[in-house]
């Protein structure tokens, strides 16, 4: 096996010292006979004679010797590639035009690919991912507006677990080998010689690191007793991103000391370069989960079982396999969780961690993609054998001459299989690198900044599988297409110059032509379609965003009381106001501007079961002045809309022809929760979504009505651009308390953008197509065109030269026609 | 009264083992090992010297036997070849399958 291929190689690699040799062996071999013969009485003329007799001819040992080499084939599809190689010099114009196409189709197809890989399939970069498995509490959802009871109840939804549970989970699993919990989003305020500003951070357990196979770039990770006493062990280790930025990657930042959310830790040790957590928010900051108070502070104890904060990931046990865990993992949840209500723990779920996607529009928008980029493919091949079909038959004349000079038809018909794959192979080639370029462009402009401005980290490296596939495509897309032209060229050239042949061609030609018109028209409205939808959302349906700044306050994460918060907010917003070229200023107290959450209305006399669920919000003063909003009955919230005075609330347009479908809806009352409110404005229907979306029910009520708000998302209208009011106003807040942690400095285009990343990438990445799949036409009908013209060129010459007598045609005339 | 045997054309196969043989004791270039065919044959076997070069390439790229630069015995180049392991393993059981082969058609012919 091993000679044979050594044997094999050297033959095509080293033929001139074989066939050297084999000349050196003869030689000696017939100097050695003649010799012999020359002794038993020959002349040497006579031996010479004999000798080379015997011999049986030096041409056909050669030309056996080298039949036995075993690389006869190889041999021949050189000779073919030579030739085609030589074809293509003599055509430039058609092989670049068809790598060209391949290589931008191609291109597309491997970004998807890579899309697709990244977000749903790539495994952690860590060690053997394939053994981690991700355990979570599965939860019963909650009917809402999007969500009718029966989808609800199949629908179930993950959740993270307490730190009981997770020790319930840890201490009794044979199945797995380890198992640690992280807490992945922890917002960390974190100042160092007086520079302060939030990073994400992480909670784990000891074992966290251990587990995942990592090790530390610097210093060490947690120990084990560092994470058995609450609050006890202030020990942090940074990311290799903060080692650079905050301490120049210096080896002094090991044991320096931070401060967390108030609270100082000391640096332990650097996490490695090559690893930045576990999602796509790179992780700058881990603390252990006895700090979890510090990291968390949503609950009033954050290790309490009533805290369900922690996400675990374990690793199998040698031998073990994940339908091992979890067959195992449901035994060991908490008694409690067989009697959970509705949206709480009461299962497990078990999988393997992969993917990168957070978002569930993005399978959906890796499957648009791929179709997308399939039906460009397609155009690609269609325009590949208009194009194929032109070439070969300007070449009829030469396969005609090489036909008559021997060539098996077959021979003809591999010589043009074997062009057509190396100009696929090179087109595919150039798509794999062009992709990267795509795949880099597209990490850069929608996966750069999650939607609140921070950082995003995707790892949309190209992998062999992905080249591979590539490649494979280009190749089909480019050999299939070339198979009809082969197969004329096998056909007698005699047969193919029958007009009624000549015709079906044509028309097959033309099907084919219109089939790619038809495609590249379907995806230019699918673009104009998606750009548009695109635009409008940026834009916003009854608001203007374009000139409205955000940013988060978070007086939460230093402790603040509701009261003391209160007084902090409102000064804010006078600092705010009072801002050259700041036109308004307010605030939400959940979730984000244009954002809320949901909550149950009904009409006073209504029972239980006759409540609707509507979007949800906490508005402050001004809101829909600041977001331009129109309010088109009755008036916005005002200073007035406090804590003592009357329950007031703003309903939109949807919700009051919903619950008032004859008027009447401004001054009624409405309950919201549990609390009646008088309805004192009605606003236009205002949401991110689009315009595809159901219309939204919407309720508002005033932010200074809940008296234990604390933590808000400012909006603030700014006369002029935004964005470039965004350090004046981080550094009037921070007047105000340089302790509380600001976050989300970000304008509302740019926040809208990042939340409609899946519409604005299938819109540009369907724009390109669009383009490309109109080029391509283009270049199809041209290439038609083109060869129209030439045969009718032709034949009204050959029409003058032959008209005395039609035996005028020569053979190399009728061969061209 | 016995003259010298007449040339017998080889059977098909038989030539690899022939060449086995022939380099089983020692090296031997490619005109020595038709001449040691034919010698040891008394002159019975005939082996067509076109066809040696490829069939020790067949060998070669098996793997039987290999080959080596050396000076033959009138001081020039010659390309030398001997059996490997594999080569000799091959070359008992082709000997093994021939004697079996042989001795079964002559008990055949025997049989009155």
Same mark, same amino acid.
């Given at each position: 096996?091993?000679?044979?291929?050594?044997?094999?190689?050297?033959?095509?690699?080293?033929?001139?010292?074989?066939?050297?040799?084999?000349?050196?062996?003869?030689?000696?071999?017939?100097?050695?006979?003649?010799?012999?013969?020359?002794?038993?009485?020959?002349?040497?003329?006579?031996?010479? &004679?004999? #000798?080379?007799?015997?011999?049986?001819?030096?041409?056909?040992?050669?030309? #056996?010797?080298?039949?036995?080499?075993?690389?006869?084939?190889?041999?021949?599809?050189?000779?073919?590639?030579?030739?085609?190689?030589?074809?293509?010099?003599?055509?430039?114009?058609?092989?670049?035009?068809?790598?060209?196409?391949?290589?931008?189709?191609?291109?597309?197809?491997?970004?998807?690919?890579?899309?697709?890989?990244?977000?749903?399939?790539?495994?952690?970069?860590?060690?053997?991912?394939?053994?981690?498995?991700?355990?979570?509490?599965?939860?019963?959802?909650?009917?809402?507006?999007?969500?009718?009871?029966?989808?609800?109840?199949?629908?179930?939804?993950?959740?993270?677990?307490? *730190?009981? %549970?997770?020790?319930?989970?840890?201490?009794?699993?044979?199945?797995?080998?380890?198992?640690?919990?992280?807490?992945?989003?922890?917002?960390?305020?974190?100042?160092?010689?007086?520079?302060?500003?939030?990073?994400?951070?992480?909670?784990?357990?000891?074992?966290?690191?251990?587990?995942?196979?990592?090790?530390?770039?610097?210093?060490?990770?947690?120990?084990?007793?560092?994470?058995?006493?609450?609050?006890?062990? &202030?020990?942090?280790?940074?990311?290799?991103?903060?080692?650079?930025?905050?301490?120049?990657?210096?080896?002094?930042?090991?044991?320096?000391?931070?401060?967390?959310?108030?609270?100082?830790?000391?640096?332990?040790?650097?996490?490695?370069?090559?690893?930045?957590?576990?999602?796509?928010?790179?992780?700058?900051?881990?603390?252990?989960?006895?700090?979890?108070?510090?990291?968390?502070?949503?609950?009033?104890?954050?290790?309490?079982?009533?805290?369900?904060?922690?996400?675990?990931?374990?690793?199998?046990?040698?031998?073990?396999?994940?339908?091992?865990?979890?067959?195992?993992?449901?035994?060991?949840?908490?008694?409690?969780?067989?009697?959970?209500?509705?949206?709480?723990?009461?299962?497990?779920? /078990?999988?393997?961690?992969?993917?990168?996607?957070?978002?569930?529009?993005?399978?959906?928008?890796?499957?648009?993609?791929?179709?997308?980029?399939?039906?460009?493919?397609?155009?690609?091949?269609?325009?590949?054998?208009?194009?194929?079909?032109?070439?070969?038959?300007?070449?009829?004349?030469?396969?005609?001459?090489?036909?008559?000079?021997?060539?098996?038809?077959?021979?003809?018909?591999?010589?043009?299989?074997?062009?057509?794959?190396?100009?696929?192979?090179?087109?595919?080639?150039?798509? /794999?690198?062009?992709?990267?370029?795509?795949?880099?462009?597209?990490?850069?402009?929608?996966?750069?900044?999650?939607?609140?401005?921070?950082?995003?980290?995707?790892?949309?490296?190209?992998?062999?599988?992905?080249?591979?596939?590539?490649?494979?495509?280009?190749?089909?897309?480019?050999?299939?297409?070339?198979?009809?032209?082969?197969?004329?060229?096998?056909?007698?050239?005699?047969?193919?110059?029958?007009?009624?042949?000549?015709?079906?061609?044509?028309?097959?030609?033309?099907?084919?032509?219109?089939?790619? #018109?038809?495609?590249?028209?379907?995806?230019?409205?699918?673009?104009?379609?998606?750009?548009?939808?695109?635009?409008?959302?940026?834009?916003?349906?009854?608001?203007?965003?374009?000139?409205?700044?955000?940013?988060?306050?978070?007086?939460?994460?230093?402790?603040?009381?509701?009261?003391?918060?209160?007084?902090?907010?409102?000064?804010?917003?006078?600092?705010?106001?009072?801002?050259?070229?700041?036109?308004?200023?307010?605030?939400?107290?959940?979730?984000?501007?244009?954002?809320?959450?949901?909550?149950?209305?009904?009409?006073?006399?209504?029972?239980?079961?006759?409540?609707?669920?509507?979007? *949800?919000?906490?508005?402050?003063?001004?809101?829909?002045?600041?977001?331009?909003?129109?309010?088109?009955?009755?008036?916005?919230?005002?200073?007035?809309?406090?804590?003592?005075?009357?329950?007031?609330?703003?309903?939109?347009?949807?919700?009051?022809?919903?619950?008032?479908?004859?008027?009447?809806?401004?001054?009624?009352?409405?309950?919201?929760?549990?609390?009646? &409110?008088?309805?004192?404005?009605?606003?236009?229907?205002?949401?991110?979504?689009?315009?595809?979306?159901?219309?939204?029910?919407?309720?508002?009520?005033?932010?200074?009505?809940?008296?234990?708000?604390?933590?808000?998302?400012?909006?603030?209208?700014?006369?002029?651009?935004?964005?470039?009011?965004?350090?004046?106003?981080?550094?009037?807040?921070?007047?105000?308390?340089? %302790?509380?942690?600001?976050?989300?400095?970000?304008?509302?285009?740019?926040?809208?953008?990042?939340?409609?990343?899946?519409?604005?990438?299938?819109?540009?990445?369907?724009?390109?197509?669009?383009?490309?799949?109109?080029?391509?036409?283009?270049?199809?009908?041209?290439?038609?065109?083109?060869?129209?013209?030439?045969?009718?060129?032709?034949?009204?010459?050959?029409?003058?030269?032959?008209?005395?007598?039609?035996?005028?045609?020569?053979?190399?005339?009728?061969?061209?026609? | 009264?016995?003259?010298?045997?007449?040339?017998?054309?080889?059977?098909?196969?038989?030539?690899?083992?022939?060449?086995?043989?022939?380099?089983?004791?020692?090296?031997?270039?490619?005109?020595?090992?038709?001449?040691?065919?034919?010698?040891?044959?008394?002159?019975?076997?005939?082996?067509?010297?076109?066809?040696?070069?490829?069939?020790?390439?067949?060998?070669?790229?098996?793997?039987?036997?290999?080959?080596?630069?050396?000076?033959?015995?009138?001081?020039?180049?010659?390309?030398?070849?001997?059996?490997?392991?594999?080569?000799?393993?091959?070359?008992?059981?082709?000997?093994?399958?021939?004697?079996?082969?042989?001795?079964?058609?002559?008990?055949?012919?025997?049989?009155?």
């Amino acid at each position: 096996m091993v000679a044979d291929l050594y044997h094999r190689l050297r033959a095509l690699l080293r033929r001139g010292a074989v066939d050297a040799e084999l000349d050196e062996e003869l030689r000696f071999h017939l100097d050695l006979d003649i010799e012999k013969r020359m002794r038993a009485g020959l002349t040497r003329g006579a031996a010479a &004679r004999a #000798a080379r007799l015997a011999l049986g001819g030096i041409e056909q040992v050669k030309d #056996a010797h080298r039949d036995v080499r075993g690389i006869a084939f190889v041999e021949s599809i050189l000779r073919d590639i030579r030739y085609g190689a030589r074809a293509m010099r003599r055509a430039p114009a058609f092989a670049a035009t068809v790598v060209a196409t391949l290589a931008l189709s191609t291109a597309a197809l491997a970004t998807v690919l890579t899309l697709g890989y990244t977000l749903l399939y790539r495994m952690l970069p860590v060690e053997r991912p394939a053994e981690l498995v991700e355990v979570a509490g599965v939860r019963r959802a909650f009917a809402s507006e999007q969500l009718s009871t029966s989808e609800a109840a199949r629908l179930q939804v993950l959740g993270p677990v307490s *730190y009981p %549970d997770y020790l319930a989970f840890r201490t009794g699993s044979r199945t797995l080998s380890g198992l640690a919990a992280h807490y992945p989003t922890a917002p960390l305020f974190v100042s160092v010689g007086g520079l302060g500003r939030e990073v994400n951070g992480a909670v784990v357990s000891a074992n966290f690191f251990p587990l995942l196979g990592i090790r530390p770039a610097l210093g060490r990770f947690f120990h084990d007793d560092e994470d058995r006493v609450p609050d006890r062990d &202030r020990v942090a280790v940074i990311g290799s991103n903060f080692w650079r930025t905050w301490f120049a990657a210096s080896p002094a930042a090991i044991g320096a000391r931070l401060r967390i959310n108030g609270t100082d830790f000391t640096i332990v040790g650097v996490a490695p370069a090559t690893f930045s957590g576990m999602t796509s928010s790179p992780i700058e900051l881990y603390i252990p989960t006895m700090m979890l108070r510090v990291g968390y502070r949503w609950c009033d104890d954050a290790l309490a079982a009533d805290c369900t904060v922690l996400q675990m990931i374990g690793r199998l046990a040698p031998g073990r396999i994940l339908s091992d865990a979890a067959a195992e993992l449901p035994t060991l949840a908490p008694a409690a969780w067989a009697h959970a209500p509705r949206g709480e723990n009461s299962g497990v779920a /078990v999988a393997v961690p992969r993917g990168m996607s957070t978002d569930d529009e993005e399978p959906r928008l890796v499957r648009i993609l791929g179709a997308v980029a399939i039906v460009l493919l397609l155009v690609c091949c269609a325009n590949l054998a208009g194009l194929v079909g032109a070439q070969s038959a300007a070449r009829a004349h030469e396969f005609a001459v090489r036909v008559s000079l021997g060539a098996a038809p077959g021979r003809l018909a591999r010589q043009l299989l074997t062009e057509s794959a190396m100009l696929s192979i090179a087109g595919g080639a150039a798509g /794999v690198l062009l992709s990267r370029a795509f795949t880099g462009a597209l990490a850069m402009m929608f996966f750069a900044a999650d939607d609140e401005g921070h950082p995003l980290q995707y790892d949309f490296s190209q992998t062999p599988a992905i080249a591979l596939a590539t490649l494979g495509a280009a190749l089909v897309a480019g050999v299939l297409f070339s198979v009809a032209s082969a197969t004329r060229v096998v056909r007698p050239p005699a047969a193919s110059r029958l007009s009624r042949r000549a015709t079906a061609r044509w028309s097959s030609g033309a099907w084919l032509l219109g089939a790619q #018109a038809a495609a590249a028209v379907a995806m230019v409205a699918l673009a104009a379609l998606l750009g548009a939808s695109a635009r409008t959302m940026l834009r916003g349906r009854n608001y203007d965003a374009s000139h409205v700044a955000l940013i988060r306050v978070r007086p939460r994460l230093v402790k603040y009381s509701a009261d003391r918060a209160q007084r902090f907010q409102r000064e804010v917003v006078r600092r705010l106001e009072s801002l050259p070229g700041v036109d308004s200023v307010s605030m939400v107290g959940i979730e984000s501007v244009l954002g809320g959450s949901s909550i149950g209305v009904a009409l006073p006399r209504w029972d239980a079961a006759q409540r609707v669920t509507a979007s *949800y919000n906490e508005v402050g003063p001004r809101y829909f002045a600041t977001l331009d909003t129109a309010v088109t009955a009755g008036r916005e919230f005002d200073e007035h809309d406090a804590a003592q005075s009357p329950p007031v609330a703003i309903v939109n347009e949807t919700l009051a022809s919903r619950l008032w479908p004859g008027g009447g809806a401004l001054g009624a009352t409405i309950v919201v929760g549990r609390i009646e &409110r008088q309805i004192v404005g009605i606003v236009k229907d205002l949401s991110l979504r689009s315009r595809t979306h159901d219309r939204e029910s919407w309720v508002y009520t005033p932010f200074w009505q809940n008296p234990a708000q604390v933590d808000s998302r400012v909006a603030i209208r700014a006369a002029g651009d935004p964005s470039a009011l965004l350090p004046a106003i981080a550094r009037e807040v921070n007047r105000v308390d340089p %302790d509380v942690p600001i976050a989300e400095t970000i304008t509302l285009p740019s926040r809208i953008a990042a939340l409609m990343r899946p519409v604005r990438v299938s819109a540009t990445f369907v724009g390109y197509t669009a383009v490309l799949a109109v080029i391509l036409t283009a270049v199809g009908y041209m290439a038609r065109w083109r060869s129209r013209w030439r045969g009718a060129r032709r034949r009204s010459a050959s029409g003058w030269r032959s008209a005395p007598s039609a035996d005028a045609c020569s053979a190399s005339s009728c061969a061209r026609g | 009264m016995a003259g010298p045997p007449s040339r017998l054309e080889l059977p098909q196969g038989t030539l690899d083992l022939l060449i086995l043989k022939a380099i089983a004791l020692e090296p031997q270039h490619g005109w020595a090992i038709s001449e040691r065919i034919q010698q040891i044959s008394n002159d019975a076997l005939q082996v067509q010297q076109g066809s040696l070069y490829p069939a020790l390439h067949r060998l070669e790229r098996r793997g039987w036997i290999k080959a080596k630069w050396g000076t033959s015995d009138n001081n020039r180049k010659a390309k030398f070849y001997e059996l490997t392991r594999a080569g000799r393993r091959a070359l008992d059981a082709q000997t093994g399958a021939w004697r079996a082969l042989t001795a079964a058609v002559d008990l055949l012919l025997d049989t009155p």
